[in-house]
């Protein structure tokens, strides 16, 4: 995503069941309530505190092995079949988050951009890598096409 | 020459690293000039020195700053990849 279409981007609140999305819009229906139309722009600080702190914290390997899978269920991608390698990544990407705040590829290095660096985010948009298109995987392996 | 080194850049989380890594070594204990390794997850030092090289690197790796990376400091020219093979490094490190 580019900066101008970052710089978009606000956030917004359902007035029905407090669910909270950051985009440039609010969706039409609430994904969490099925409520249409009831989104509302929020003041950021006042949706940290609507959040609480109760977002699920995935710090363990299991976790984000189980996420990955989710990601891929239905995809023409799956989760690599070599599960040591794939748990090699995960604990890689928890060392990235505990010294640099975020799940970064560990194939990756960022660039000191913040902003450029949210590129880096497993998962992270691999279709458009030409390692993905010529050999099937994204740049770490961790996904590859079915 | 500190400005005229062959340098590898890795990651120690980075798995396709782990694999280049002994290929890298071998292909180092052949050549007059050894491969310099620096690790970049870890030291923000050689991160720094990774990105200043970032333009070539960032071709070499189709877009991004990516690990496993091979720079030359005399030519210029990066590899980049799990791909790269013992021959691809000598070939690089000679040219």
Redesign the interface.
């Given at each position: 995503m580019t900066k101008e279409a970052m710089a978009r981007k606000k956030v917004w609140r359902c007035n029905v069941c407090n669910d909270i999305h950051y985009g440039i819009k609010g969706p039409d229906v609430c994904p969490t309530c099925g409520a249409r139309n009831a989104f509302a722009l929020i003041d950021y600080p006042e949706a940290m505190k609507v959040i609480l702190d109760q977002g699920e914290r995935l710090d363990e390997e299991d976790k984000l092995l189980d996420v990955w899978e989710r990601f891929a269920k239905d995809k023409p991608f799956k989760l690599n079949p070599d599960e040591e390698f794939v748990r090699q990544l995960a604990r890689g990407e928890l060392e990235n988050e505990r010294n640099h705040g975020l799940k970064y590829c560990p194939c990756r290095i960022t660039t000191g951009d913040f902003v450029d660096d949210l590129d880096l985010i497993c998962p992270c948009n691999f279709f458009i890598q030409p390692v993905y298109k010529e050999t099937g995987e994204c740049w770490c392996g961790l996904f590859v096409k079915r | 020459m500190a400005n005229d080194r062959l340098i590898f850049?890795w990651?120690?989380?980075?798995?396709?690293?782990?694999k280049l890594h002994p290929i890298v070594t071998e292909a180092s204990s052949e050549l007059e000039t050894p491969i310099t390794e620096l690790e970049?997850?870890?030291s923000e030092e050689n991160?720094?020195l990774?990105?200043s090289y970032?333009d070539v690197i960032k071709k070499a790796?189709?877009?991004?700053?990516?690990?496993p990376a091979l720079y030359n400091e005399r030519t210029k020219k990066a590899l980049c990849?799990?791909r790269v093979t013992k021959e691809d490094i000598l070939k690089w490190a000679r040219e």
């Open positions: - | 850049f990651g120690r989380e980075c798995p396709h690293c782990a970049v997850w870890h991160a720094k990774m990105r970032g790796c189709g877009g991004s700053l990516g690990v990849g799990m």
